[in-house]
């Protein structure tokens, strides 16, 4: 597969008969499941205080960055050559898994540093 | 790689979105704060886990170092960038630096999509549209989010460029017309899924426009930006989910949307203006000179480090009110030193929180807790605004539109209507402030001019110092 150049890949020359993948959760799962989430999210959280209001916003970003699961796996896809749609993938995937960790890495310890200071001294 | 089935990894997923589910309950309680973060860090650190071999899976047969060994670097990479800005931020920079981690995340949603996107070219798989429609949304929330965020960090930064809104002219007309853009390359590429090109003008062009978007809206807006991008990275998340089939992703996508939405609200009803106000609605923010000149002609009082000090001697019960303008003079610590020394003295003390004081929601808690001032002086509009008439003086330190009486008595103002602190109440104002000019709203503050109102023009940190040492001195 790794004689697909970079440009058949963008113009998705490749056009033999599409594979149908194996499983894929039907829409609607997927889309049940997003919206109760909404609703999760919503309703927990309730009465937040403003001391908490930057802490709670550092902190939920942090979790944003869970799009790094998908980063991972698209880093991970491998490349036997350099110029090749893999390298291309694994390229993107690089990218996306530094953007995602230091949302993530960034968020959490950010908010911890803030959360510290809020600390009571005794 | 053992052959781990992909259940397990799920059910670890499963298991990661309940901790940050948990997490966002304990942030919303000062007690348990520090704890839901952690457990929100443990839910990343297990879903990270699971994923690996999954991702190790899908490069089967590849050489070692182009799988595992890019996916290292890439985390060892990103967790030092990302470490090294949490631990060498400035608690006054914290804006920016959520400004930022907000973009980090949309960027990666644009990245995972297109990789998607290839991945299934070279695999030839039909893409379904359900999928088409998520790559679109993701590329589109994911490239605004990047570059409006990228925009709203200049801006608080202050990079000589963006201290002012760059002007040109049909701004509003461009943007319509980028988005129209957007939605005609939105349609293509969902008809043509497996066009690559067509998914990378479209990431392009929604680059532009969030730029064009977040540019135009000033810094008292800010807290609002920043919140609603916070919502917008969780949405790009979410979409990305969506289009790499993975439940932890839309589930965590949607809470962080739902939280940033709760902020927004949160920061409109504090200024009493709606979210597509701010978003659309710029201030047309021009000094009306002459009104201005009409309401301090005559009547502004200024005052010296020696008068604050008696005044402050004494009372018997003393209110700051923070605003922006002692973030920029870094001036949190003198306050908090000022209060300390008030109290040793039997002045009972506190401080006034307008909930959108400063450029982002929370952001004077934030910098009084760096300077150490135990929470419980912290007071929020409602619990505060009754006690000004016992209080005997309130110090304004870099606030402006938060204290504008206008906002009561003015139907026309720009801010009529928004709740402010009632000040004006107190016995005596000090107003700390650099000169008369207007804060964002552009509005004369007849505060400035009330009978019991001292104006002490000077640099905020060094009127606090001085007054710290009259206060010594007379002592």
Same mark, same amino acid.
């Given at each position: 597969?790794?004689?697909?150049?970079?440009?058949?890949?963008?113009?998705? $020359?490749?056009?033999?008969?599409?594979?149908?993948?194996?499983?894929?959760?039907?829409?609607?799962?997927?889309?049940?499941?997003?919206?109760?989430?909404?609703?999760?999210?919503?309703?927990?959280?309730?009465?937040?205080?403003? +001391?908490?209001?930057?802490?709670?916003?550092?902190?939920?970003? $942090?979790?944003?960055?869970?799009?790094?699961?998908?980063?991972?796996?698209?880093?991970?896809?491998?490349?036997?050559?350099?110029?090749? $749609?893999?390298? $291309?993938?694994?390229? +993107?995937?690089? +990218?996306?898994?530094?953007?995602?960790?230091?949302?993530?890495?960034?968020?959490? +310890?950010?908010?911890?540093?803030?959360?510290?200071?809020?600390?009571?001294?005794? | 790689?053992?052959? %781990?089935?992909?259940?397990?990894?799920?059910?670890?997923?499963?298991?990661?979105?309940?901790?940050?589910?948990? #997490?966002?309950?304990?942030? #919303? &309680?000062? !007690?348990?704060?520090?704890?839901?973060?952690?457990?929100?860090?443990?839910?990343?650190?297990?879903? %990270?886990? @699971?994923?690996?071999?999954?991702?190790?899976?899908?490069?089967?047969?590849?050489? %070692?170092?182009?799988?595992?060994?890019?996916?290292?670097?890439?985390?060892?990479?990103?967790?030092?960038?990302? @470490?090294?800005?949490?631990?060498?931020?400035?608690?006054?920079?914290?804006?920016?630096?959520?400004?930022?981690?907000?973009?980090?995340?949309?960027?990666?949603?644009?990245?995972?999509?297109?990789?998607?996107?290839?991945?299934?070219?070279? /695999?030839?798989?039909?893409?379904?549209?359900?999928?088409?429609?998520?790559?679109?949304?993701?590329?589109?929330?994911?490239?605004?989010?990047?570059?409006?965020?990228?925009?709203?960090?200049?801006?608080?930064?202050?990079?000589?460029?963006? !201290? /002012?809104?760059?002007?040109?002219?049909?701004?509003?007309?461009? *943007?319509?017309?980028?988005?129209?853009?957007?939605?005609?390359?939105?349609?293509? =590429?969902?008809?043509?899924?497996?066009?690559?090109?067509?998914?990378?003008?479209?990431?392009?062009? #929604?680059?532009?426009?969030?730029?064009?978007?977040?540019?135009?809206?000033?810094?008292?807006?800010?807290?609002?930006?920043?919140?609603?991008?916070?919502?917008?990275?969780?949405?790009?998340?979410?979409?990305?989910?969506?289009?790499?089939?993975?439940?932890?992703?839309?589930?965590?996508?949607?809470?962080?949307?739902?939280?940033?939405?709760?902020?927004?609200?949160?920061? #409109?009803?504090?200024?009493?203006? =709606?979210?597509?106000?701010?978003?659309?609605?710029?201030?047309?923010?021009?000094?009306?000179?002459?009104?201005?000149?009409?309401?301090?002609?005559?009547?502004v009082?200024?005052?010296?480090?020696?008068?604050?000090?008696?005044?402050?001697?004494?009372?018997?019960?003393?209110?700051?009110?923070?605003?922006?303008?002692?973030?920029?003079?870094?001036?949190? &610590?003198?306050?908090?030193?000022?209060?300390?020394?008030?109290?040793?003295?039997?002045?009972?003390?506190?401080?006034?929180? &307008?909930?959108?004081?400063?450029?982002?929601?929370? &952001?004077?808690?934030?910098?009084?807790?760096?300077?150490?001032?135990?929470?419980?002086?912290?007071?929020?509009?409602?619990?505060? *605004?009754?006690?000004?008439?016992?209080?005997?003086?309130?110090?304004?330190?870099?606030?402006?539109?938060?204290?504008?009486?206008?906002?009561?008595?003015?139907? *026309?103002?720009?801010?009529?209507?928004?709740?402010?602190?009632?000040?004006?109440?107190?016995?005596?104002?000090?107003?700390?402030k650099r000169s008369l000019s207007p804060?964002?709203?552009?509005?004369?503050?007849?505060?400035f001019?009330?009978?019991?109102?001292?104006m002490?023009f000077a640099d905020?940190?060094?009127?606090?110092?001085?007054?710290?040492?009259?206060?010594?001195?007379?002592?």
């Amino acid at each position: 597969m790794g004689s697909v150049s970079w440009d058949m890949l963008l113009w998705a $020359a490749v056009e033999s008969q599409p594979v149908q993948e194996a499983a894929r959760t039907p829409l609607v799962v997927n889309l049940a499941i997003f919206v109760l989430a909404c609703f999760v999210g919503y309703e927990v959280i309730t009465k937040i205080p403003p +001391l908490l209001h930057t802490p709670l916003m550092s902190g939920s970003n $942090a979790i944003s960055g869970i799009t790094l699961v998908g980063s991972l796996v698209a880093a991970g896809s491998g490349f036997t050559a350099i110029f090749s $749609a893999d390298a $291309a993938i694994s390229l +993107l995937g690089f +990218l996306a898994v530094v953007f995602a960790t230091i949302n993530v890495v960034g968020g959490f +310890l950010v908010t911890d540093r803030m959360l510290g200071m809020f600390k009571r001294k005794e | 790689m053992p052959n %781990i089935p992909w259940e397990l990894s799920y059910l670890v997923y499963l298991l990661a979105a309940v901790l940050f589910i948990f #997490c966002l309950k304990m942030l #919303c &309680h000062p !007690r348990t704060a520090v704890r839901g973060n952690l457990t929100g860090a443990v839910g990343m650190l297990l879903a %990270i886990l @699971a994923t690996l071999p999954l991702a190790l899976k899908e490069g089967t047969g590849k050489p %070692i170092g182009s799988t595992l060994g890019i996916l290292l670097a890439g985390l060892i990479i990103g967790g030092g960038i990302g @470490a090294t800005l949490a631990l060498r931020v400035r608690m006054t920079a914290m804006p920016q630096m959520v400004a930022l981690l907000n973009g980090f995340g949309g960027g990666a949603s644009v990245l995972v999509a297109g990789a998607e996107l290839l991945q299934r070219n070279l /695999k030839a798989l039909a893409t379904p549209w359900d999928v088409a429609l998520a790559t679109v949304l993701s590329g589109v929330i994911g490239a605004v989010t990047f570059f409006g965020s990228l925009v709203a960090f200049a801006k608080l930064e202050e990079y000589r460029w963006f !201290r /002012k809104p760059i002007r040109y002219p049909a701004q509003q007309p461009i *943007n319509a017309l980028l988005g129209l853009i957007v939605v005609g390359l939105g349609v293509a =590429s969902f008809m043509n899924p497996t066009n690559g090109w067509l998914y990378l003008g479209l990431v392009a062009v #929604c680059s532009i426009l969030g730029l064009t978007l977040v540019n135009p809206i000033g810094g008292a807006d800010m807290p609002v930006v920043i919140a609603v991008l916070n919502s917008y990275s969780g949405l790009a998340a979410a979409a990305t989910g969506f289009v790499i089939d993975n439940a932890v992703l839309i589930i965590s996508g949607a809470l962080v949307g739902a939280s940033g939405v709760i902020l927004s609200q949160l920061m #409109c009803q504090a200024m009493n203006r =709606s979210l597509i106000n701010v978003i659309f609605g710029v201030f047309t923010a021009e000094e009306d000179q002459a009104k201005a000149d009409e309401i301090y002609a005559g009547r502004v009082k200024s005052t010296t480090a020696e008068e604050v000090a008696m005044l402050l001697d004494s009372a018997r019960r003393v209110v700051f009110v923070p605003g922006y303008g002692m973030a920029v003079a870094q001036a949190q &610590h003198a306050v908090s030193q000022l209060a300390a020394l008030l109290e040793s003295r039997g002045v009972e003390v506190e401080f006034a929180i &307008h909930p959108v004081a400063g450029r982002m929601p929370g &952001h004077m808690n934030v910098l009084l807790a760096e300077a150490e001032v135990p929470y419980e002086k912290l007071k929020e509009m409602d619990e505060i *605004n009754p006690t000004f008439s016992q209080t005997d003086v309130a110090v304004v330190i870099g606030a402006n539109d938060v204290v504008n009486p206008l906002a009561r008595t003015d139907p *026309n103002s720009p801010i009529a209507g928004m709740p402010i602190l009632d000040v004006d109440k107190a016995r005596t104002v000090v107003v700390i402030k650099r000169s008369l000019s207007p804060g964002f709203a552009g509005i004369p503050n007849p505060l400035f001019a009330a009978d019991n109102t001292l104006m002490y023009f000077a640099d905020g940190k060094k009127a606090i110092l001085d007054i710290v040492q009259a206060m010594k001195e007379g002592a």
